[in-house]
């Protein structure tokens, strides 16, 4: 959790608070101007964080964080958190996010949040992501934001809520008009919820971004791909769609790029982990000449080839001025291919951010990869490849950065969303969270 609209992270290691110094009122102090009394771990990581972002210190949640140090020292096993925004000790400055993913809050912590939902007119992000919520709390959840008009973001990722909750959430944005992105990936939706969150966005012109991942479809007749290329045809405001995992193949691609020629909001376009091969890409290349709105395509773990990445640079080389970032992380690729896609980046000064690693690189490959680090035309930030020199040949090092690399998880310190490992949401900012 965090006031001021900061989100919570683990705070660094441990170290005792500073003693008090001659600067009025400083960030870490309380709202009179006063030191806190530190002396349990809760207080002392929401300490650290408050200095390590520099926001003052929410003296209504340091004291709730004392009482729930008080009861882990006598030995209670769960926490309840109660940062009610009504309590008689909430100062002005109240709690707009909430952070609670990996814990196990289930269908009887969801009827909290909902209410939560109802009764607190400050939360703008709210994370449960891998709670082990259920349909039924997915329905409260969904019910409750029907009337909430201050939420912006809602992360409800890794939870089953199943066919059945995907509809109320459906249903919902039908109503809510304040919600800007919403994630139901890895959520179990089944293909009746898929199209009719497709439905409703036909309409809905509040929703900036929206993730599907990994819905249960059965079949191969890719409907999902039908109709979710019908809403980008009508919507005029996503500017964020996930689409991993939905089986799409290349008649399913080239429904989507039908779309992508009519549509002109849509900047971050995500089909990882699907089937979709060279032929594919004939139809992604020319849509591509002509759309000019298009900045991150994440392709990763397809089977695009050669001839597919070669299609891709040649757009990219002559035509396309608005593509910023494109992965094609696992593909199949060899060198003429990936050699390809590094000319194009000489050519397009756009094109900033490649990322290329699990493919099958060639001497040629990482030379070539090597003289654009060389020469600043790629920045070492803005790939997964770093080149190394063994006995005068060239190779290629794995680095951790991509177009998502915190989706699932943060690191143990530091901030989630910089830069480099999250490409995309930092390219595309759909919400100040991941």
């Known amino acids: 959790m965090w006031g001021s609209g900061e989100e919570a992270a683990c705070a660094g290691p441990r170290s005792s608070p500073p003693a008090p110094t001659t600067t009025p009122n400083p960030s ?18 929401y300490y650290n964080l408050c200095m390590e972002k520099s926001q003052k210190i929410n003296s209504f949640i340091l004291h709730i964080l004392q009482e729930l140090d008080e009861e882990i020292e006598k030995g209670s096993e769960g926490i309840t958190l109660n940062i009610a925004g009504n309590s008689r000790l909430m100062p002005e400055e109240r709690v707009t996010g909430l952070d609670v993913r990996y ?5 009887v912590g969801a009827y909290y949040a909902a209410r939560l939902l109802q009764k607190q007119h400050n939360l703008i992000y709210l994370n449960l992501m891998f709670n082990d919520i259920g349909p039924e709390g997915g329905e409260l959840i969904a019910k409750a934001l029907h009337k909430n008009t201050t939420l912006k973001y809602l992360r409800m990722t890794g939870n089953k809520i199943e066919n059945k909750g995907g509809m109320f959430f459906a249903a919902m944005l039908q ?3 304040s919600l800007e992105k919403l994630d139901l990936g890895d959520c179990d939706l089944g293909m009746q919820s898929v199209i009719a969150l497709a439905t409703v966005l036909t309409q809905n012109q509040t929703i900036k971004g929206i993730n599907l991942n ?9 409907e999902s791909t039908v109709h979710l290329g019908h809403m980008l045809k009508e919507n005029h405001c996503l500017v964020e769609l996930h689409m991993c995992k939905h089986n799409i193949k290349n008649w399913g691609i080239k429904q989507l790029c039908d779309a992508l020629y009519l549509n002109r909001s849509l900047r971050y376009l995500d089909v990882s982990c699907n089937k979709i091969t060279r032929d594919g890409m004939v139809c992604l290349a020319d849509v ?3 759309n000019t709105t298009l900045e991150v395509l994440d392709l990763s773990f397809n089977r695009i080839e050669n001839a597919g990445a070669k299609y891709l640079s040649e757009t990219l080389a002559s035509h396309n001025r608005s593509l910023r970032a494109l992965s094609v992380v696992s593909n199949n690729i060899e060198g003429e291919g990936l050699v390809a896609l590094s000319e194009s980046m000489k050519t397009n000064p756009t094109f900033s951010n490649v990322y290329i690693w699990g493919n099958k690189f060639d001497e040629a490959t990482c030379v070539a990869y090597s003289d654009l680090i060389q020469m600043d035309r790629l920045k070492p930030a803005n790939t997964d490849v770093e080149p190394f020199v063994v006995d005068g040949h060239v190779y290629l090092a794995e680095v951790s950065n991509g177009l998502k690399k915190h989706y699932y998880w943060r690191p143990t310190y530091g901030e989630a969303c910089t830069n480099s490992p999250n490409a995309g949401f930092t390219l595309v900012p759909v919400g100040g969270h991941l």
């Not at 870490?28 to 990581?45: K, R, Y």
């Not at 990994?214 to 890719?222: F, K, M, N, S, V």
Request: zero cysteines; glycine letters at 8%.
């Open 28 to 45: 870490w102090a309380l709202a009179d101007g006063s030191a806190p009394e530190v002396i349990g771990h809760l207080q002392e990581d």
């Open 214 to 222: 990994r819905p249960i479809l059965y079949g191969e007749q890719e």
């Open 288 to 290: 591509l000449k002509s």
């Open 103 to 107: 814990n196990f809050i289930s269908d």
């Open 175 to 177: 109503i809510n008009s």
